[in-house]
């Protein structure tokens, strides 16, 4: 089977060609497909839905607006600033927690490395045609392109509950991002920071602006 080749516009590609998203308890996470739908994150029984503009990235508690060389917003009523500079190096706060993150592209095998800090927690991520691996916000991700998604496990501290299932699918015409942008944003994604909380007992998953089931 021939292995998909990597996008050269970055790592948000149409998923007709590759999937490569770059963009958390071990959880599910997951991400609609389709042409101009939103980008669905899905981790346990938590779901976000992103729109992802040439303006602007909003769903959920996450409102950001793309400016030169950076993000800007808000998160859950809290400020989020993030910017990065040409070598891929990106800094800055989201809500409250200190981010410093470089952002690798790999070789000679196409991907990208994420290297740094969230918060507190160390972070290594890496993000090729045919996985993404690694540790991000303090839980360690295992998510191998399986069909037309990356499916896998993450597993965090016992205070953040058990293993759960993590699924991740993108839009297949993503807004074209650059390679620190999706890094950023994928660090922001997978630090489980931007997720609603679980739904109460009772509650449907998806519903409350948290996201949709997905099909």
């Not at 994150?41 to 996450?62: D, K, N, P």
């Not at 993108?170 to 609603?196: F, H, K, Q, Y």
Request: net charge neutral.
């Amino acid at each position: 089977m021939t292995q998909p080749s990597f996008p050269r516009r970055g790592l948000l590609a149409p998923l007709a060609v590759v999937l490569v998203l770059c963009l958390g308890p071990l959880a599910a996470a997951e991400v609609t497909v389709s042409v101009r739908e939103p980008l669905q994150l899905q981790v346990g029984e938590r779901r976000l839905q992103l729109q992802v503009g040439s303006q602007s990235i909003s769903g959920g508690a996450l409102e950001l607006h793309r400016v030169q060389g950076g993000l800007r917003g808000t998160l859950k009523g809290q400020p989020v600033e993030l910017k990065w500079r040409e070598d891929g190096s990106i800094s800055g706060q989201v809500a409250g927690a200190a981010v410093q993150l470089d952002a690798v592209r790999r070789s000679p095998q196409p991907g990208l490395v994420l290297r740094g800090w969230f918060g507190p927690d160390p972070a290594e991520l890496s993000l090729t045609p045919t996985g993404i691996s690694g540790s991000m916000g303090g839980c360690d991700y295992s998510l191998p392109l399986a069909g037309n998604r990356y499916a896998g496990w993450r597993t965090c501290d016992v205070t953040r509950g058990p293993p759960a299932p993590v699924t991740l699918r993108i839009p297949e015409n993503i807004v074209p991002l650059g390679l620190s942008e999706e890094g950023a944003l994928l660090a922001l994604l997978l630090s489980d920071e931007a997720l609603p909380p679980a739904p109460s007992t009772g509650e449907t998953p998806g519903v409350g602006g948290a996201g949709t089931p997905s099909p």
